[in-house]
C-alpha cells in the first residue's frame, strides 16, 4: 500500500524520481493517496501521458468545490477569477483564448526579441560579475535565472519593472502547496495578484502600449477577453512565463556545474550543442513537474488492467514522463548528446505538453536558454558552486520544480 504523498517534504521535492519510478513500475496510471487527505491518479509513463494529453475524456475545467472546503472570502473569490484563464478549460473556451494570445508569440516576433534579450543578460552578467567581486558569492536564481525572465516577460506583458519583485513574491505562494507556507500566505497572495491586475488592466486602457496585454485590452468590444478573462489571461502569462524559464535556467546551470565535461563539450561545441543542453535539461530536470490537474468525464480504459473512473482527479506527471527508460535509455543520466545532430534521436520530451494545451512561449522560452547559458559561462569561466548541491532546497508541490536557491562564487 502506498503512503501518503506529501509535496511539501523537502526530501520529495529535492528527489521525487525514485517514488515516481516506482509508480511507473505498478502501472500506466496509479490512485494515490495524498497529504491532504485526498487521492489522485498519477500518469508517469511517456506514453500514457501523451495519450493523457490529447484525450478529450480528461477535462482541464475544475470540478465546482474542487479540494478542501474553504469559505468565502476575498481571496477566495480572486483565486475563483484568477483560476479562469485557459489552462482551467476545454474547447471551445480554450480555442478562443488560445486564439487571441497566439499572436504574441509567433516565430517572427518571438525571435525579434533576441537583441533585446542578449542586452538584458549582459546587463544582469555585468551586475552578477560585480556582486561576486564584491561579496565573494551570489545566489544565481535571485540575480540571473530570475530577473531575466521577468524582464522578457514583462517586455511582453508591459509589466513595470519596479513590481518584479512583489510579482514574484505573490506567484511563488500561489504556486506552493499551502502547506510550504505561512498561515495566510497564499490567501494574502491572491489578493493581492487580483488587485494588481485589476489595476494594469485599468491602466491599459487609459494609457496602452505596444505590448500583448495592451491589445487584449482594447479588442475587448470586438469578441476579445472580458475583464474576469483578462485578469485570468495576465496571471497565467506572467507566471507561465517566467517561472518556468526560470526553472529551465537554475537546473541548467546547476547541471552544468556538476558535469563539467558537459559544459565543455557545449562550450567548444557551438550553438547546437547548447540547444542540445536545453533539450536534455528540459528532459532530465522538467521546469514543470506536472500538468494542471485534469478530470475524466468518464472511465477511460489505459490499458494495463488500468482503468480510471469517471470524476477522477489525474495528473500527469511531466517530470516523470522524461525519465520513462522505455523511451529513454539511461534515463537517469544527464547526456546532452542525445539531442544532438546525429545522436540517440530519442523520443520528444513532453516538457511543454502535448495536444492543445501545449505551451505557447516554448519557443520563447528555448531562445532565452540559448542566449543566456552560453553567455553566462562565457562571462564567468570559472564560476562554481559554493554549496554542496545535494543540500539545496527544492520547489515544494507538484507543479513546478527547481532549485529555490543556487549559491555560486567565481574562482
Known sequence: MLAPLNPADPGFARDPYPYYAHLRSRGPAVRVPLANGTHAW?????????EVLADPRFSNVPPQGAGRPKQDSPAQRARGCLARHMLN????????????????????????????????????????????????????????????????????????????????????????????LEDGAADDAWTRLHAYFTELIATKRDAPGDDLFSTLVHDADEGGLDDGELLAMAFLLLFAGYETTMNLLASAA??????????????????????????????????????????????????????????????????????????????????????????????PHLAFGHGPHFCLGSRLARLEAAVALPRLFAALPDLRLAADPETLPYRPGLLVRGPRTLPVRSG
Open 89 to 180: 478549460s476545454d474547447a471551445p473556451d480554450h480555442t478562443r483564448l488560445r486564439r487571441l494570445t497566439t499572436a504574441a508569440f509567433t516565430p517572427r516576433r518571438v525571435d525579434a526579441l533576441r537583441p533585446r534579450i542578449e542586452r538584458l543578460t549582459d546587463g544582469l552578467l555585468t551586475e552578477l560579475s560585480g556582486r561576486l567581486a564584491r561579496e565573494g558569492t551570489a545566489d544565481l536564481v535571485d540575480h540571473f535565472a530570475f530577473p531575466l525572465p521577468v524582464l522578457v516577460i514583462g517586455e511582453v506583458l508591459g509589466v513595470p519593472e519596479v513590481d518584479r519583485a512583489d510579482l514574484r513574491t505573490w506567484t511563488y505562494r500561489v504556486g506552493s502547496p499551502a502547506d510550504a
Open 42 to 50: 498519477l500518469v508517469t509513463g511517456h506514453r500514457q501521458a501523451r
Open 254 to 347: 546547476l547541471l552544468l556545474l556538476t558535469h563539467p565535461q558537459e559544459l565543455a563539450d557545449a562550450q567548444q561545441g557551438g550553438p547546437g550543442h547548447w540547444a542540445a543542453v536545453t533539450e536534455e535539461v528540459l528532459r532530465h530536470a522538467s521546469p514543470l513537474e506536472g500538468t494542471t490537474w485534469r478530470r475524466t468525464t468518464e472511465a477511460v480504459d489505459l490499458g494495463g488492467g488500468t482503468v480510471v473512473p469517471a470524476g477522477a482527479s489525474v495528473l500527469v506527471v511531466l517530470a516523470a514522463a522524461g525519465r520513462d527508460p522505455e523511451y529513454f535509455p539511461d534515463p537517469d543520466a544527464f547526456r546532452p548528446a542525445r539531442h544532438r545532430s546525429g545522436g540517440e534521436r530519442p523520443a
